[in-house]
């Protein structure tokens, strides 16, 4: 199959190209915006004991009011408020309210804080939109305009709020995905330059890969509105490092085998068609691993991974399609003055760092799958320290952002939990009017919970049937205390309600709890379906049902080394608290599923170098140094790529760039150079059981009669391959 794919694009690559510019053109012409949603509530389904609660706010208290915006007030000389300064405020206050700002429902002063120093102006905006770019939109006139009526008074004034850090958490992004960008963009181009010596062959992944990311974001556009997914300006960043780093590794894994062609002796055309027939399964097989591992995030009850998995899903498709299409084709077309001005890719090159590593592999296979399995089995000591958090605004945009720093204020000035207070919604189950008698102890007994700092009853809706309990907790809403606080809450809340009635708790500490609750069913599912699948892909490559059992164990502690060593990093030497909570969901499919291509690249090689009549342990040795150069060349390019991540400036993007870099190297320098194949080498043939995928299909007929020059370039390949 991907002979024949070879042999059309080459004999016809103008209007292969043709055809992705015509795709590309229609594409993003008419492909929806992408929208994003920064609203936790909207992660989670609506089984969800939080959900529940909003739904339940909405219904009983349409007019209830909970801040969007908060504006945080203090003097500018940092003493307490006088009488004038109060007054300034509920000035300022009622001339916000006025403006009729877009989405701004109700604009209230605010309480001051217990050691008169702070105080506060409260924004309500419509909660359908909650989450949503136009709540940015207005929180950015609110910001502005807040900061033009406090001029000419002693006070200084900060936005926060749910609102506000949608704002900031998009600018933060725009400025990231900048970065991100520009950083992906120059490591690759340097390293082709480095490995290549050729201009042309440094650029034209770049704009070949750019051309790809335009066709998927827009597919992605169309797959997002069509299925109706949560978007999340997260995953712009991740896409254009899955992107490039990606389809370079897809270029790479051609262009070394291209170039060993020609070194072969193909001509230039049969170059390119032998190398897709050659290494094309092996890319398919990649992406296929890496495509299913992320359709499986599908499964997950999280709707930012929801989102996030058909989306990477849809990208490595069309990189896939493109690698195998779109870069033979213009490669085809241009001919060997790819590799202008460079001659060095005429002969091969001794190798003799990997020709060494590979009679290192093929002597003492048992020395080196101990050694390199006793690296990942250390670092991966490290999970047992593993904590989550669960605050994703202020992991999505660094600590100096002036929400944020609302935020850290706002838990020194008033209770920690007062920001985002908890809600207890007791209803009745007949729809008839509660005893109001009852109210009193149920209140007590809610505030006698250990983390909670006071209970009271906030509001009862028309009829009666609804009431609204306002619980604060001790801690931020988000830190693993309010969590577990807001567990006892709802172990209270329910056991104490009274007869007839229900009770369901709300608020961001409910919401974390549940997202808690969501991502550990999602450890449960996700995983071992990635996991079984990527094994169904590997068996069916490899023709094998032992292989694929100690690839993915393989690739497995490769997981566990780099979740061990980022909890060293993070929550050890630099002091976090814990990791972003959907990390190692996020890090186990990248790992496993990109990780595992260079697993496939190796143990193919591998097996191609059986076929050639050559014994297990020599067939290692020499996948190492023939293929070793291209996994050591996409491993660092890949990792590389996706530490670019940590110049995003948040805990976020900084923990998983860090986390999928140091992962993809563990799969390139450790497992695939030395751990599978010299694990595959110990084994033996039995690592192809039941079929003999290893075993040469005829014996080997003697060389032909060479030229000189033939000899030179069959000199280097003892084996005398040809198609």
């Not at 999340?232 to 590794?249: E, K, M, P, R």
């Not at 027939?277 to 995030?297: C, H, N, P, Q, W």
């Not at 694929?548 to 080394?561: C, D, E, Q, R, T």
């Amino acid at each position: 199959m991907f002979r024949r794919i070879g042999n059309v694009v080459v004999r016809h690559p103008v209007w292969t190209i043709v055809a992705w510019l015509i795709a590309a053109v229609a594409i993003v012409a008419t492909a929806p915006s992408l929208p994003s949603n920064s609203d936790e509530s909207s992660f989670l389904p609506k089984s969800y004991e939080s959900i529940k609660a909003a739904d339940i706010q909405a219904k009983a208290f349409p007019a209830a009011f909970t801040p969007s915006a908060i504006a945080l007030y203090q003097r500018t000389d940092g003493g307490k408020l006088t009488a004038a300064d109060k007054k300034d405020v509920e000035r300022i206050s009622s001339e916000l309210g006025e403006k009729k700002i877009d989405q701004v429902q109700k604009v209230v002063p605010g309480q001051a804080s217990s050691d008169g120093r702070y105080t506060m102006t409260l924004v309500q905006m419509d909660s359908k939109n909650a989450g949503q770019p136009v709540q940015a939109d207005a929180a950015k006139v609110l910001r502005d305009d807040v900061k033009q009526l406090v001029k000419g008074t002693d006070l200084e004034v900060k936005l926060g709020g749910s609102a506000a850090q949608a704002l900031d958490q998009q600018d933060s992004s725009k400025r990231g995905e900048a970065l991100i960008g520009i950083g992906t963009f120059v490591i690759i181009l340097v390293t082709l330059l480095i490995i290549f010596r050729a201009p042309i062959l440094a650029f034209l992944p770049l704009i070949t890969i750019g051309l790809v990311s335009a066709i998927a974001n827009g597919l992605i556009a169309y797959a997002t509105k069509l299925f109706g997914l949560q978007a999340n300006s997260s995953i712009s960043s991740i896409l254009i490092v899955v992107l490039f780093g990606v389809g370079t590794d897809y270029f790479l894994f051609l262009m070394f085998r291209y170039r060993e062609r020609l070194r072969l002796g193909d001509e230039p055309k049969q170059a390119m068609v032998n190398a897709v027939d050659r290494v094309g399964e092996a890319i398919a097989s990649a992406a296929g691993a890496v495509i299913i591992a992320f359709l499986a995030l599908v499964l997950s009850t999280l709707g930012f991974l929801k989102q996030m998995g058909p989306a990477l899903a849809i990208a490595v498709t069309v990189t896939l399609i493109a690698g195998l299409t779109l870069i033979p084709a213009v490669v085809s077309l241009i001919g060997p003055k790819v590799f202008w001005p460079s001659k060095s890719w005429q002969r091969e090159p001794e190798n003799a760092r990997f020709a060494a590593l590979g009679r290192g592999v093929q002597k003492r296979p048992a020395l080196t799958t101990a050694l390199s399995g006793l690296v990942l089995v250390v670092l991966s000591l490290g999970t047992l320290g593993f904590n989550a958090t669960f605050d994703l605004a202020s992991g999505s945009m660094p600590k100096t952002k002036e929400s944020m720093v609302v935020q850290d204020e706002m838990q020194k000035a008033y209770s920690a939990g007062a920001a985002a207070p908890t809600d207890v919604y007791l209803s009745s189950t007949d729809g008839k009017a509660i005893d109001t008698t009852v109210f009193d102890a149920y209140v007590k007994k809610l505030a006698a919970v250990d983390g909670v700092a006071n209970a009271r009853l906030a509001q009862l809706n028309k009829d009666g049937s609804t009431i609204d309990f306002n619980v604060t907790l001790k801690y931020e809403a988000s830190t693993d205390k309010a969590i577990e606080t807001v567990g006892r809450v709802r172990e209270v809340a329910h056991a104490d309600a009274p007869p007839g009635t229900e009770a369901v708790v709300g608020g961001m500490s409910s919401i974390y709890k549940d997202i808690d609750t969501a991502v550990t069913h999602d450890y449960k599912t996700v995983f071992p379906v990635a996991a079984l699948l990527i094994m169904l892909i590997l068996g069916l490559l490899l023709r094998s049902v032992v292989a694929p059992w100690y690839l993915i164990a393989s690739v497995g502690l490769g997981f566990g080394a780099t979740l061990g060593a980022t909890v060293w990093i993070f929550q050890g030497a630099v002091g976090h608290s814990g990791l972003m909570f959907m990390l190692p969901v996020i890090m186990y499919l990248f790992v496993v599923a990109i990780g595992t291509d260079y697993n496939i690249l190796m143990i193919a090689r591998l097996r191609e170098e059986a076929r050639e009549g050559r014994e297990p342990r020599e067939a290692a040795g020499m996948a190492l140094r023939h293929a070793g150069p291209t996994v050591a060349a996409a491993g660092f390019i890949l990792a590389a790529t996706f530490a670019t991540m940590m110049l995003a400036g948040n805990a976020l993007l900084t923990e998983m760039g860090f986390a999928v870099s140091f992962g993809i190297a563990v799969a390139a320098f450790v497992m695939a150079m030395f751990f599978t194949p010299s694990l595959t080498a110990l084994i033996g043939h039995a690592a192809w059981w039941p079929g003999h995928a290893d075993r040469a299909k005829e014996p080997a007929a003697p060389p032909a009669p060479v030229s000189g020059g033939e000899r030179d370039t069959l000199a280097h390949d003892p084996a005398g391959r040809r198609n």
